[in-house]
C-alpha cells in the first residue's frame, strides 16, 4: 500500500520550466562624502531570466530563477552625470505561497526568497571620473547576498502551458566595488530593483 501511494504522490508531482521578460526599475541610494553628495544607482533597463518550478505541495511551490539585468552603474549630482558599462546576474531560490491548488487554472500566489547577485562592469571606466571628490566609478565586479519578495499570478492555457506576471523586489546591498566612495565617504541605502516580469512555463 505503501508503494502505491508513493508513486501516486510521484504522478502527482508538477514542474514548470519557462522564460520571463521584464523591466528593473532601481531606487537610487546617496554617497556622502567631505566633497559633497550623489545619486548613485544602476540605469533602468530590461530584465530576462528562466526559471524552474517544483510543485510539490498543494499550495507551496519551490523555484530557482536566473535573472539577467542589462543596467549601468552611475553617478549623478545636479547636471553631472557619468555612467560605466555594466549588467548583473542574479540567481535565487523562491518559496510561493499559492492561494489555490494545483488543478486550477488561475493561481495567484505571493513569493519570497533568497540569493546571490553578480554585479559586472563590461566596459572601461570613464576618464576623467565625473565626480572624484564623492566617489569613483571602477572597472570591478562583485557579488552581493539578494532577498526577494512578490507576488504574481499563474493562468494555465493548456495542461502543458501556463502564463504568468509576476512583480519582485530583488535587495541587495549597496556594490561598493563597482561605485567606490570618496576618502571619508560612505553609502546610505540599499539597492531595490523592482521588477514587473511576464512569462510562459511549459507544465510537465
Same mark, same amino acid.
Given at each position: 500500500m505503501a508503494?502505491?501511494?508513493?508513486?501516486? @504522490?510521484?504522478? @502527482?508531482?508538477?514542474?514548470?520550466?519557462? #522564460?520571463?521578460?521584464?523591466?528593473? &526599475?532601481?531606487?537610487?541610494?546617496? &554617497?556622502?562624502?567631505? #566633497?559633497?553628495?550623489?545619486? @548613485? #544607482?544602476?540605469?533602468?533597463?530590461?530584465?530576462?531570466?528562466? &526559471?524552474?518550478?517544483?510543485?510539490?505541495?498543494?499550495?507551496?511551490? #519551490?523555484?530557482?530563477?536566473?535573472l539577467y539585468h542589462d543596467g549601468d552603474p552611475f553617478l549623478s549630482t545636479g547636471a553631472v552625470r557619468g555612467n560605466i558599462q555594466g549588467q548583473s546576474h542574479a540567481f535565487n531560490y523562491d518559496v510561493l505561497f499559492q492561494a489555490r491548488g494545483r488543478k486550477a487554472r488561475i493561481r495567484p500566489y505571493f513569493a519570497v526568497g533568497v540569493g546571490a547577485k553578480y554585479y559586472v562592469t563590461t566596459g572601461p571606466a570613464p576618464v576623467p571620473q565625473p565626480m572624484p571628490k564623492i566617489a569613483g566609478l571602477v572597472g570591478a565586479n562583485q557579488w552581493r547576498v539578494r532577498v526577494t519578495g512578490g507576488a504574481g499570478v499563474k493562468a494555465r492555457l493548456t495542461d502543458h502551458i501556463l502564463v504568468r506576471a509576476d512583480f519582485r523586489d530583488y535587495i541587495t546591498a549597496f556594490p561598493t566595488h563597482l561605485i567606490v566612495p570618496a576618502a571619508n565617504g560612505t553609502d546610505h541605502g540599499i539597492f531595490n530593483q523592482f521588477t514587473p516580469l511576464v512569462g510562459m512555463s511549459y507544465v510537465f
Amino acid at each position: 500500500m505503501a508503494v502505491f501511494f508513493c508513486a501516486g @504522490a510521484c504522478l @502527482a508531482q508538477q514542474y514548470e520550466l519557462g #522564460g520571463a521578460f521584464g523591466y528593473g &526599475v532601481y531606487r537610487d541610494v546617496s &554617497v556622502i562624502s567631505p #566633497g559633497g553628495t550623489a545619486t @548613485a #544607482g544602476i540605469r533602468n533597463r530590461f530584465a530576462t531570466g528562466v &526559471v524552474f518550478c517544483e510543485n510539490l505541495f498543494e499550495h507551496v511551490s #519551490g523555484e530557482m530563477r536566473y535573472l539577467y539585468h542589462d543596467g549601468d552603474p552611475f553617478l549623478s549630482t545636479g547636471a553631472v552625470r557619468g555612467n560605466i558599462q555594466g549588467q548583473s546576474h542574479a540567481f535565487n531560490y523562491d518559496v510561493l505561497f499559492q492561494a489555490r491548488g494545483r488543478k486550477a487554472r488561475i493561481r495567484p500566489y505571493f513569493a519570497v526568497g533568497v540569493g546571490a547577485k553578480y554585479y559586472v562592469t563590461t566596459g572601461p571606466a570613464p576618464v576623467p571620473q565625473p565626480m572624484p571628490k564623492i566617489a569613483g566609478l571602477v572597472g570591478a565586479n562583485q557579488w552581493r547576498v539578494r532577498v526577494t519578495g512578490g507576488a504574481g499570478v499563474k493562468a494555465r492555457l493548456t495542461d502543458h502551458i501556463l502564463v504568468r506576471a509576476d512583480f519582485r523586489d530583488y535587495i541587495t546591498a549597496f556594490p561598493t566595488h563597482l561605485i567606490v566612495p570618496a576618502a571619508n565617504g560612505t553609502d546610505h541605502g540599499i539597492f531595490n530593483q523592482f521588477t514587473p516580469l511576464v512569462g510562459m512555463s511549459y507544465v510537465f
